[in-house]
């Protein structure tokens, strides 16, 4: 009932040496094959300074897959030391970019207005922000768990027009379930992307909002990835820990 094509991405985090990032690649090209990739689009988000030895593994190869960075700065260039422009990431390929993620807002105290500038960024340099959203535990336990996460949609978008809009992707991903090995269950999964689906409708219409992925992510393993899936409103996952073993995230991708 959904002509939208469901994103796998993995979120390597700050992991990996540089060999062990090429031999993943490697390993997941191999492990898919172009049926697997036919349904399903999977992405890579290695550490900043892996993505040009993926870029030119995955050019040389000729991989179906896709790539993009885990952050990028809000700024164009300049006295910014040690961040990542959006150019620098467009001009290595990239096609994704994280946008606020739950570990950059946590640790780099990453404010719903710095998201909105980062989104913004994103789509001048013609990349596609991965927006994350979702609670912490105490706002769940409240039953404040969509408002909260609606609040962060907001934010996030505010100012961005609808053309835009309709490309960007947003991963659910309440931070109770973030490497935890406590994953959202099926119903809690569709219920926020269902929500954030509707706010879409909302702010953009039914068109955009049908046309937007919103994915989930927390936990996620070949194991509990189908249930997931299956939700009407579930377009993919954001996968972290389980994403850096290139047998089970191959699995993750071929969930169905
Ligand atoms: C993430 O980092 O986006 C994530 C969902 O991590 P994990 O799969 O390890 O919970």
Known sequence: TTT???LMAGNWKMNLTHLEAIALVQKLAFSLNDDDLEKVEVAVLPPFTDLRSVQTLIDADRYNLAYGGQDLSPQDSGAYTGDISGAMLAKL????????HSER????????ELVAAKIKAAYKHGLTPILCVGEPLEVRQENRHVEH???QLDGALDGLGAEQAASIVVAYEPVWAIGTGEVATPDDAQELAAAIRERLAKLYGADVAAKVRVLYGGSVKASNVKPIMEQPDVDGALVGGASINADEFALIARYH
């Open 93 to 100: 390929g990239c096609t994704y970019v994280v946008v606020g």
């Open 4 to 6: 939208r094509r469901p």
């Open 149 to 151: 996460t609606l609040a």
């Open 105 to 112: 807002r946590q640790y780099h105290a990453e404010t719903d």
